[in-house]
């Protein structure tokens, strides 16, 4: 299947810092990249939804000016948490998909620390 | 809205199959899947069906879908140690977002 790689794995920040999250598409082009969040034992949950160029579109009680998505090119999304909280720890999984929209490859996830 | 029901918790010995069962709400749903999550990792997908097909057959996975129940479910043979994690199941709607179950811890007794 295709790769989609993120950066960092993990990272630990302070609080009120903000951090930056990398979405790769290795071997395809991603017209639509998904954003997820999870915490321990429970399922992924959406946070937004973006296409290449475009506004992100965000799921209702994500905020916006928190969770700040740029999919500026068509192998590469960022997700930049700012002003983070301890609240905001989790792990953040990044998806893709391409030409063949109902294959939706996933990133191995970015688990945030926020001391 | 639309809902993805799975049991959270199956163990089966080594060898033995494995079903893992899923159940859906969204009648139009179009495709469905399996994704596999192990320990601090990402996402795997495993495999996707369909809604026009009632089985899809991969090496040692089978995916049976009852449209008319809206049942999905995932059958891994030879189960062996290294199938142990986190099962999701998923549907999606045209190009709609995926919709995730909570998903299933698969453990396999040696």
């Known amino acids: 299947g295709a790769v989609v790689s993120q950066h960092p794995s993990w990272v630990i920040c302070k609080s009120g810092t903000s951090v930056k999250i990398e979405c790769r598409s290795l071997d395809f082009q991603a017209t639509t990249m998904f954003w997820y969040r999870q915490f321990p034992k429970q399922s992924l949950m959406l946070m937004a939804t973006?296409?290449?160029?475009?506004?992100?579109?965000?799921e209702q009680g994500v905020e916006k000016d928190k969770f700040l998505i740029n999919h500026a090119s068509l192998t590469l999304s960022t997700l930049t948490v700012t002003s983070a909280h301890p609240e905001d720890s989790s792990f953040y999984i990044c998806s893709a998909s391409g030409d063949t929209p109902y294959e939706q490859y996933f990133g191995p996830g970015t688990r945030l620390t926020v001391t | 809205g639309e809902d993805v029901e799975q049991s959270l918790f199956l163990s089966v010995r080594e060898g033995d199959s494995s079903v893992i069962n899923c159940t859906y709400t969204?009648?139009?749903?179009?495709?469905l899947y399996w994704y596999k999550q192990e320990p601090g990792a990402g996402l795997q997908l495993l495999t996707y069906?369909?809604?026009?097909?009632d089985m899809k057959q991969d090496q040692r996975l089978t995916v049976l879908l009852n449209k008319k129940d809206k049942h999905l479910s995932l059958r891994i043979a030879d189960t062996q140690t290294g199938d142990s994690a986190i099962y999701f199941c998923a549907e999606r709607t045209g190009n709609t977002p995926l919709v995730f179950g909570k998903g299933t811890r698969l453990s396999v007794i040696a």
């Open positions: 069906i369909f809604s026009n097909m």
């Open positions: 973006s296409n290449e160029g475009s506004k992100a579109t965000y």
């Open positions: 969204d009648s139009s749903s179009t495709y």
